[in-house]
Nanobody, 123 residues
Framework: QVQLVESGGGLVQAGGSLRLSCAAS????????MGWYRQAPGKQRELLAL???????NYADSVKGRFTISRDNAKNTVWLQMNSLKPEDSAVYYC?????????????????WGQGTQVTVST
């Protein structure tokens, strides 16, 4: 069984900062890409940032320069540092991981999601 557990969401004023974290646990052999997504009410889930195992990262234009994704491969953890937050950043934030699991029958790939954490930015 694999779990992605997110934390760090909450209520913040516009211009403020939050740091989200997501820790993966279970029979994990390795993790390829890890990413952060968000979904606001009535909108599609959007990819915000992606980080590969070698540390290379990509960002959506909407968060480039304000958000920073990082990871610790030894801890199977990814973070999202969010600065200069705006009310339009309010959404449920999800982490995602492209996992390689080890089991009795060998290795198996799995795309896993966290449960989501609410971020609300007030004016």
């Amino acid at each position: 069984q694999v779990q992605l557990v997110e934390s760090g969401g909450g209520l913040v004023q516009a211009g403020g900062s939050l740091r989200l974290s997501c820790a993966a646990s279970g029979s994990i052999f390795s993790i390829n890409a890890m990413g952060w997504y968000r979904q606001a009410p009535g909108k599609q889930r959007e990819l915000l940032a992606l980080i590969h195992r070698d540390g290379t990262s990509n960002y959506a234009d909407s968060v480039k320069g304000r958000f920073t994704i990082s990871r610790d491969n030894a801890k199977n953890t990814v973070w999202l540092q969010m600065n200069s937050l705006k009310p339009e950043d309010s959404a449920v934030y999800y982490c995602n991981a492209d996992l390689l699991l080890s089991g009795a029958l060998g290795l198996k790939g799995l795309l896993s999601w966290g449960q989501g954490t609410q971020v609300t930015v007030s004016t």
